[in-house]
């Protein structure tokens, strides 16, 4: 008779470098043990650290079509999830959308990474200019988002990263939640890289390249800031347009490793962060390396900029907004004190002992239910 795990994760896919990829990292190292339920995994696309997980895939990834083009899959992925159970005490599902949806007689937590964008926002911004994409997400809006409501409240625990995201859970959701910030586990003192032909002294962005990050507005930006420079880190499906309108003081390095990173973010003068995010993590990144963030003030940025301590603020992701606030940015401005706040706050010693704080008392609750 097999015995089941103490502790699984559930992950919405692991196909790329992102928070939520770095966030499962520290979570296995509190639990290397716990095995991984995802609907596709790509060990080239994302963190190295994770190749030595015991990673579980759905289904749907052994459809080629979908394995190639996940995102035509986002309409599907609730069939899949919800015919999963998974065995264990405490299943714990960093969900962006989908995760919450599978089955398990254990006990369920929800740490939502962000709601699903295809439901919760405007169309466009996950569809991008797309007629025929923002068709086909209208098609199964009504019916997902019924989906999407019972999978969330059948959590017996919801966590999220900060304030912000747990305003937001409760009104649409109505269920309150337990704050647990994310960790940091980027450290700043590893192998370093230079990109190619690129000086010190630049903004940096670093993000994937979709709508909703806004980085089409940063790149107008810089065509207001003739005399300074940007560096993109990322990739993504608006890639192409934004090479194609950006001006001559704006280089793309494509996606960036750890070792290039570090280098980045230790020879930027500022990050710039113009999206609507849950929680900001690449702020978080930035102040490891003691450099500020000029950041929307919106969702969860506000959780982790403080201005004219951290960083700074601009109030649209319009270009106009964007070269203002980086005009004002002044590094004598920022102490080191403000950037060991942060760094302290999202240590990882801190998460890893959060999350088995959540996990200890889940299973306690799992051996007092009948």
Aim: aromatic share 8%; net charge positive.
């Amino acid at each position: 008779m097999s015995v089941s795990p103490p502790v699984a994760f559930v992950h919405d896919h692991l196909v790329q470098r992102g928070g939520s990829e770095r966030v499962l990292v520290s979570m296995l190292r509190a639990y290397p043990d716990a095995p991984v339920f995802t609907a596709f995994y790509r060990p080239e696309s994302t963190y190295p650290e994770l190749r030595e997980a015991d990673v579980r895939c759905l289904p749907v990834d052994c459809v080629p079509a979908l394995r190639r083009h996940h995102r035509a899959a986002f309409p599907a992925l609730p069939f899949f999830f919800s015919r999963q159970h998974v065995d264990a005490d405490v299943v714990i599902c960093n969900s962006s959308g989908w995760a919450q949806g599978v089955q398990s007689t254990g006990r369920k937590v929800v740490y939502f990474h962000a709601l699903a964008r295809w439901l919760h926002t405007p169309l466009r911004d996950v569809a991008g200019r797309s007629v025929a994409r923002q068709a086909a997400i209208a098609v199964f809006r009504r019916a997902l988002l019924r989906w999407d409501r019972r999978t969330v409240l059948s959590a017996d625990r919801h966590l999220v990263a900060g304030l912000a995201m747990r305003t937001r859970v409760h009104d649409v959701y109505g269920v309150d939640t337990d704050v647990l910030p994310p960790p940091v586990s980027f450290r700043p003192d590893g192998p370093k890289v230079a990109a190619d032909g690129v000086a010190p002294g630049f903004f940096l962005c670093a993000a994937r390249l979709v709508p909703y990050k806004n980085i089409d507005a940063v790149v107008a930006a810089f065509a207001r800031l003739p005399d300074e420079r940007l560096v993109v880190a990322g990739e993504g499906p608006d890639g192409r347009r934004l090479r194609d309108v950006a001006p001559p003081n704006v280089r793309f390095v494509g996606d960036a490793d750890d070792v290039e990173l570090r280098w980045l973010y230790a020879n930027c003068r500022a990050l710039i962060c113009a999206g609507f995010e849950p929680y900001g993590i690449t702020p978080i990144e930035a102040a490891a390396f003691c450099r500020p963030t000029v950041a929307l003030r919106e969702g969860g940025l506000v959780d982790v900029v403080v201005e004219g301590q951290t960083g700074e603020f601009f109030e649209r992701p319009d270009p106009q907004a964007i070269a203002d606030a980086a005009r004002r940015l002044d590094a004598g401005r920022y102490d080191t004190a403000g950037f060991q706040r942060v760094r302290d706050r999202h240590s990882e010693t801190t998460f890893i002992a959060g999350l088995r704080s959540i996990v200890d008392q889940e299973l306690d609750r799992k051996r007092l239910t009948p």
